[in-house]
């Protein structure tokens, strides 16, 4: 079974890979970094798993590609 993500960090990690095309990379601390900087996620472990699905998603765009 794999990680259950709320509708949140689902809507919220698509409208920051959307805003900002071509700065997410597949690197999970570098995503924590921009997460934190483009948006105003008030805790870090909301921050993680945004950056965590960031970064799965930039990594499923890859292989598509």
Do not use: C, P, W
Not at 4 to 24: C, D, P, Y
Not at 25 to 48: G, I, P
Not at 53 to 60: D, F, G, I
């Amino acid at each position: 079974m794999g990680n259950i993500r709320t509708s949140f960090v689902k809507r919220l990690a698509k409208e920051l890979i959307e805003t900002h095309q071509g700065v997410f990379t597949t690197d999970f601390e570098e995503n924590k970094k921009l997460v934190q900087e483009y948006s105003t996620v008030s805790t870090k472990h909301l921050r993680n798993k945004i950056a965590g699905y960031v970064t799965r998603l930039v990594r499923l765009e890859q292989t598509q590609e």
